[in-house]
């Protein structure tokens, strides 16, 4: 039947969905069809996947399983874990040639409820200041430069600050290596001021000293939060960090920290400070009171601290004890991670974490990579899981975790992976350590051969509110053998890939 509506109406029914599209280029997604995957429209998709594996040495023989991700942001709540009614991977992994494949399979979209949080470039934080000490060295290294996670929760995640200030002060550099430091700083959109360290002072010195700095700093009076960072920590949730700190009035003063999660070290070190590397937050006159007090005195004799540590945390504490009425607040929020091993129970636990510490000392993770995907579903989604009806658990960007006999365990419980470190393995009792700060764990699954987990190998962001993530299980792997016994080179054993991708 032909619509008897005049001809002019239809044009402009027209010239408004046209307008629709325009204005609103995500609006053009709900004409693609469910199901459809994307990657087949996408050319350079395959190839980012295929350099990636190449890099890394994987394949060209792998298994390969892939799901393309649908967030709704109309969750009331960030869940730790959400169940999903649906199998992650209702077709099987498929063994490919990754060299001889032009489009892969990408699987049918499953929509994932998620809480509507804001994206690197949607996040303000410019009445923050931060402020850091370390070495030239430490600051070019690539293992241990901290530049791949400023470039996250320091801008918008493309070149441009999100921002929040920061100090970096060098130690014993030379004034091109200050001007160098600067550039490549500016270059990535991080608004930092560098400079150098006092000389005459040891690192617990020159890390109080950051307060003065901060205090000092000319863009002081439009800061509300000055922020001790180790240039080891990480902010995954920088807006929600910002508005929990919403709680404490910055013209009052605060200081803000967390315990190591270490029971037997709080109780050795009795004392209640803030731990550095988690960050510790101050307010303008909490800081006040810092620069007043007499905290880097020397005694004439022994040359030392009157207040004396050669821990800057605990030095700054001191400070506050001997010079102030102020005690800690309490911030359990904030990580210091004082754990060794496998990383992945505190990874895997659905947390909200405001700070991460030791990422790349005493454990390994890779915060960067893991965060990518705050670029599509939003900060708050990092390390959010969610379940599946074939016993798979998503650690969004960290792992993609399956159980073959099921998850007859309590995933509200945090898994026992990591350790106290080999030199303190002397030490009684040591295995309930953790549990004041993590609650009761359950008993690890590494080599048991009931978990087997790919973890994150790569993320891209791919287009508007578009993220893909690559996964890994190496076959060599013995944490996901019981008694961690691999497969025979013989019997042909293929690494194993996961790609997911996340659109809005
Ligand atoms: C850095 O921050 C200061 C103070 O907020 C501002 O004046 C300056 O323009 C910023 N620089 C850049 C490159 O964003
Ligand atoms: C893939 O190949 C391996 C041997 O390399 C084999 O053990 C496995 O069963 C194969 N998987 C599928 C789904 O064909």
């Keep these: 039947m032909l619509p008897r509506t005049p001809l002019h109406r239809w044009l402009a029914v ?52 892939s799901r ?21 991977f209702p077709t099987a992994f498929k063994n490919i040639t990754i060299s001889k494949e032009s489009v892969l399979p990408a699987g049918k979209i499953v929509d994932l409820h998620i809480k509507q949080s804001p994206r690197p470039d949607q996040v303000d934080v ?14 070019t290294d690539p293992k ?40 490549t700083l500016e270059d990535i959109g991080i608004n930092a001021t560098v400079v150098p360290s006092n000389k005459e002072l040891d690192m617990a010195g020159r890390y109080v000293d950051l307060v003065q700095m901060m205090y000092n700093h000319p863009t002081r009076p439009n800061r509300k939060y000055f922020v001790l960072i180790d240039d080891d920590t990480f902010f995954p949730v920088i807006s929600n960090f910002r508005k929990t700190l919403s709680r404490y009035n910055p013209d009052k003063p605060y200081y803000i920290g967390t315990f190591t999660e270490r029971a037997d070290w709080l109780i050795r070190n009795r004392a209640p400070f803030a731990y550095g590397g988690g960050g510790i937050v101050l307010t303008a006159p909490s800081a006040k009171q810092i620069v007043e007090a007499p905290c880097l005195e020397k005694n004439k004799e022994t040359g030392k601290y009157v207040l004396d540590s050669d821990q800057g945390d605990r030095l700054l504490y001191n400070c506050l004890q001997a010079h102030s009425s102020l005690t800690l607040t309490y911030l359990p929020s904030l990580h210091q991670h ?32 893991t965060h990518v995907v705050a670029d599509a579903c939003g900060e708050e989604c990092v390390f959010q899981r969610f379940q599946f009806k074939d016993d798979f658990i998503i650690s969004n960007g960290f792992s993609v975790a399956h159980y073959p006999k099921g998850i007859d365990f309590d995933p509200l419980q945090m898994e026992e992976t990591f350790n106290w470190g080999q030199h303190d393995a002397a030490e009684a009792g040591a295995e309930v350590v953790f549990s004041y700060y993590f609650g009761s764990l359950r008993k690890s ?12 190998l790569g993320a891209r962001k791919e287009g508007d509110g578009r993220v893909k993530q690559v996964y890994l299980k190496r076959w060599s792997d013995d944490r996901w053998y019981a008694d961690g016994v691999t497969p025979k080179v013989e019997d042909d054993p293929r690494d194993s890939v996961v790609v997911l991708t996340w659109i809005p």
């Design 338 to 369: 004082d754990q060794f091993g496998d990383p992945a129970g505190i990874y895997e636990s659905g947390d909200l974490f405001h700070s991460l510490h030791h990422f790349k000392s005493w454990h390994r993770a890779n915060p960067a990579m």
């Design 68 to 88: 393309t991700i649908r967030y709704v942001p109309d969750a009331r709540e960030r869940k730790s874990i959400t169940e999903i009614d649906q199998e992650l």
């Design 14 to 65: 027209a010239f408004f969905l046209l307008l629709a599209a325009w204005f609103h280029p995500t609006f053009s997604g709900g004409f693609t069809e469910p199901g459809v995957p994307y990657s087949s429209n996408g050319v350079d998709d395959l190839s980012y996947v295929k350099k990636l594996l190449k890099d890394n040495k994987v394949g060209p023989q792998i298994e390969y399983a």
């Design 126 to 139: 410019s009445d923050m200041l931060f402020a850091a000490s370390t070495t030239y060295g430490r600051f």
């Design 445 to 456: 699954l590494l080599k048991t051969g009931r978990k087997q987990s790919w973890e994150i």
């Design 144 to 183: 241990t430069s901290p530049i791949e996670e400023w470039k996250r929760w320091l801008t918008d995640g493309a070149g441009q600050s999100n921002g929040a200030g920061l100090i970096l002060a060098l130690f014993d550099t030379t004034d091109e290596n200050i001007a160098r430091a600067a550039k």
